[in-house]
């Protein structure tokens, strides 16, 4: 039969033969390529007219090779033009570097750069053109299309590899502007990284962009920014195969990094303030540690203690304030740093990624339910804590030294309208907290049990020992943590340390939470927007919302066991309740009702950063990512769109029974509840800390196995869903730990524990931060015997620690402290049938004088022992017998008159851990 004749099949074919013959030449080419590079000498061999005119027709037959048969030829074609045509150019240019480049070499390499630049740039153009592919939310600069010119029909595979290019493409520009920083290091980072961020964006799956911008920020932030993008790299479903090296490289430099820190206690009050720089390079260092050692799962004794000091530091970093453009060297847009720049404080965006990082972290652990999963739940719940205390802060602050005006009237929020949508409850079946007619009776927000604490001490660095929750010891090198108060009870009159502007009337309520509310409630929503916009931490609570969204037995956990944490989420929530509806502002266009109907398909510019992220895999799915570029917003409607979505998480509470959270339609405010079926004694009101004191304590001894679990009791999901028992588990720790604090507030040390405590040189010097924890815990009174405070004087010109010691010392004796002073010149009684040594040496006398000094004191009590405990810092000294004198025994002198002498280290362990069992 004849053959019919299809001249579409034979133009097909002369095609093909025609790419296969383009690509021949183009495998020559970049074998001749090769060889000229393999030839040079120096960096200018690399760039004569001859060879730069023969990388142009390479590059000119990949172009045409991409777009001829793309199907066959694509990524074959992308990888060659960018290897041979740009890359391997500039690798070459580093090798044959001798020192420094030169200027004209350095020119040299820019024109390669720009070229590549360039080119890419024209090749995302024309992928759009051929390929017909809408660039709109891919590139963040505005693209002039003209009409289609297809050349061949766009299959779905056409149109895949068309996107998988200009992805490529994205990448391949990002590194060309890297190229451009290894010339010139002090320059701007931020094209590559906004190209790498283009790329991340528009394909998340992927994560080699994240390990560029990892390794582009090597230096940047003490490693937090590197390991933040490695994490989201290694987070994606096909992560960059280098990236976990390079994360574990970088692990082991912030590990050396902090075996050379000097051995500083965080958590006392430091007699030569450190830097701030060097404050946040200790809380990054720790934070990482942390990070490195919960991610790889590593068995690693006192991790609490870790966790301790880390908290500590980050709640002093937070303290610190941004300096101003001339003071930072920032430009006033103020997002982009120099790469080797030293923080001197925790930047909006610093902050987010620490949160990131452990949630990141969670994620992981999740997967394989690994034991350290809780711990680092309550970590990040307590770093959560911090960072809403300090936005209610800031916000209060703001508004309490805004005047009113006699014309403002009370307002409501768009709380009121949020909870009316799809609520089909009648109103009256909303539990409303009744009005307190007796302060006995008041579950106040002042203090966690209803208490109010005088923070008027002399002493100003006290913590109050009845909110103190220890950690059992295991060695003689214990750290405490102190859970602070929610907030300092203090009169309407000077609430935070602010005085309220004239004008304002503070006899409207004794409670300064409910005053501030009223005042939110009088304010011009368009100040309080104002106000509400400059605060960049609500980005990081409000990822942690919509963690704890998709995770609500977190929730439930933390409303049985932490309801100051639920207590703090209410009060930010209530003081971002602004009525958007009356906004007076031009800069606002979009309708509030429109974002509490649509509020779960509009994502912000956090959910873009977090794009692919499987712990948010829920809440993205809902997202209409080309909302934004739609209805072009700006930061202000950002911000409106940010308070919704923050009272949307408030409406949750109201939906989970646990946490009490009900809302009063008379203040148009939430409210929690006293929980009916829970003593307020057994529910006081501890922290996220203390959780994690428990469980790095009961961890340590068991770990629930598998095969422990009931048939009713779920594995942790796909979703991210932690288990039933997993927050069982949890729940009863907190539950121990709040029942030990209890414990201690009425029960005294099962231990017998001297009330006085004397100090010697040595205690001083060498164990500073257990002195300033037993000074702290106010269950003692510590005494600095004269001859001691003359020996330091002798040893400052020698130790600087004895002059770090002395500095110390004045600062508290002059502020007056009755759990800590110095012996006063009657406080000493000779020492009975003692026969005084004819022959004293120094060390001698001193150790005399300080005896009598225990023996005045443990006069005192007539009939009493272990009255008096002498605290020295060398273990030899208490077994000395006294070799410079034989007739003379240190240890025999002490015990004749009833004189515990003890070193510091092993009174403060047993200390611990009399405190530890109650």
Not at 10 to 17: A, L, N, T, V, Y
Not at 525 to 537: H, P
């Amino acid at each position: 039969m004849k053959k019919i004749y299809n001249p579409t099949d034979i133009q097909q074919k002369e095609g093909q033969e025609l790419s296969k013959k383009l690509y021949r030449t183009i495998t020559e080419q970049a074998k001749l390529l090769d060889d000229s590079r393999s030839r040079a000498r120096n960096i200018f061999d690399l760039f004569t007219p001859a060879l730069q005119a023969q990388r142009r027709k390479f590059c000119d037959y990949c172009d045409r090779l991409l777009f001829s048969e793309p199907h066959l030829y694509g990524r074959k074609g992308e990888e060659l033009l960018w290897r041979k045509g740009f890359y391997e150019v500039i690798s070459t240019a580093k090798k044959l570097k001798k020192k420094d480049f030169s200027i004209q070499e350095v020119n040299c390499i820019q024109g390669h750069i720009y070229a590549g630049i360039g080119f890419y740039h024209h090749m995302i153009l024309k992928l759009n053109l051929k390929l017909n592919i809408s660039l709109q939310n891919i590139v963040d600069c505005e693209i002039v299309s003209t009409k289609n010119i297809n050349e061949f029909e766009i299959t779905p595979e056409l149109k895949e590899w068309g996107l998988q290019a200009i992805h490529q493409c994205l990448i391949y520009l990002g590194d060309l502007s890297r190229y451009k920083l290894e010339l010139k290091p002090n320059s701007d980072s931020a094209l590559a990284i906004r190209y790498y961020l283009q790329a991340a964006a528009f394909k998340p799956d992927f994560g080699m962009p994240h390990n560029q911008m990892g390794t582009l920020s090597m230096n940047k932030n003490n490693f937090l920014d590197a390991v933040y993008h490695y994490l989201r790299c290694l987070a994606c479903k096909t992560p960059f195969e280098g990236t976990l090296n390079n994360l574990q490289s970088l692990f082991e430099k912030n590990s050396k990094f902090i075996e050379q820190l000097p051995q500083v206690d965080e958590d006392a009050d430091c007699i030569i303030e450190p830097e701030k720089s060097e404050n946040i390079k200790r809380f990054i260092a720790r934070f990482l540690l942390l990070i490195d050692i919960w991610y790889f799962n590593k068995k690693v004794p006192n991790v609490y203690s870790l966790c301790h000091q880390t908290y500590k530091n980050l709640e002093e970093c937070l303290v610190y304030s941004k300096p101003t453009a001339s003071e930072s060297g920032e430009s006033p847009t103020g997002e982009v740093e120099s790469i080797d720049s030293e923080p001197v404080f925790l930047s909006d965006q610093m902050v987010f990624r620490v949160i990131v990082i452990c949630l990141l972290t969670i994620s992981k652990l999740q997967a394989s339910n690994a034991p350290p999963l809780s711990t680092l739940i309550a970590f990040t719940l307590s770093i959560y804590s911090q960072i809403i205390q300090k936005l209610s802060s800031h916000i209060e602050e703001a508004v309490l030294n805004y005047p009113l005006s006699e014309e403002n009237k009370k307002s409501n929020g768009v709380l009121k309208e949020l909870m009316n949508v799809g609520n089909k409850k009648s109103r009256s079946k909303i539990r409303r907290r009744k009005p307190f007619k007796d302060d006995s009776e008041e579950d106040s927000d002042l203090s966690e049990n209803g208490e109010e604490y005088d923070y008027s001490s002399s002493d100003d660095s006290f913590i109050s020992d009845t909110e103190d929750v220890l950690v059992e010891s295991s060695d003689e090198d214990i750290d405490i943590i102190q859970v602070e108060n929610d907030s300092i009870a203090e009169a309407p009159k000077q609430i935070n340390g602010v005085k309220p502007k004239n004008g304002d009337q503070t006899e409207d309520s004794g409670d300064s939470k409910e005053f501030i509310l009223k005042k939110v409630q009088k304010m011009d929503a368009g100040v309080m927007l104002e106000i509400i916009n400059e605060e960049g931490l609500l980005q990081s609570v409000r990822i942690v919302n919509d963690w704890l969204r998709s995770d609500q037995e977190i929730v439930k956990s933390c409303a049985s066991n932490a309801r100051v944490l639920i207590r703090q989420m209410v009060h930010l929530i209530n003081l971002i309740n602004i009525d958007l509806g009356n906004l007076k502002t031009m800069d606002i266009k979009i309708k509030v009702s429109e974002i509490i109907n649509n509020e779960n398909k509009i994502p912000l510019a956090e959910d873009i950063s977090l794009k692919g992220i499987k712990i948010f895999e829920n809440s993205q799915n809902r997202y209409d990512w080309d909302y934004l570029l739609k209805r072009d917003i700006n930061s202000k409607e950002e911000a409106v769109i940010r308070i919704v979505k923050i009272l949307s998480f408030g409406k949750l509470l109201t939906k989970i029974e646990e946490t009490g959270v009900t809302f009063d339609d008379n203040p148009n405010n939430l409210v929690v509840c006293k929980l009916d079926d829970k003593p307020e004694e057994v529910s006081s009101e501890l922290s996220a800390v203390a959780l994690m004191e428990e469980l790095e304590r009961q961890e340590t001894v068991t770990t629930p196995s598998k095969t422990s679990l009931t048939n009713g009791e779920q594995r942790l999901e796909s979703g991210g869903q932690i288990s039933n028992s997993k927050m069982k588990h949890m729940g009863q720790l907190w539950l121990a730990a709040e029942v030990r604090a209890l414990e201690s507030r009425v029960g005294g040390t099962k231990a017998s524990l001297s009330p006085y405590l004397v100090l010697d040189a040595d205690a001083l010097i060498k164990y500073t931060h257990m002195v300033k924890h037993l000074v702290h815990s106010r269950q003692f009174i510590l005494l600095v015997p004269a001859a001691v405070v003359s020996a330091l004087d002798d040893l400052k010109k020698e130790h600087i620690e004895a002059r770090d010691a002395i500095r110390w010392l004045e600062s508290q004796f002059h502020k007056g402290n009755r759990f800590f002073r110095a012996q006063r010149p009657s406080e000493r009684a000779p020492i009975p049938f003692m026969k005084y040594p004819k022959k004293k040496d120094k060390d001698m006398h001193i150790f005399i004088q300080i005896i009598e000094c225990c023996n005045y004191f443990g006069d005192q009590q007539k009939g009493a022992s272990n009255v008096v405990t002498f605290l020295i810092g060398s273990n030899q000294q208490a077994l000395s017998n006294g070799e410079t004198n034989k007739d003379f025994s240190y240890a025999g002198l002490a015990k004749s008159i009833g004189i515990v002498l003890e070193p510091i280290t092993s009174f403060y362990g047993k200390w611990k851990k009399s405190k530890g069992n109650r």
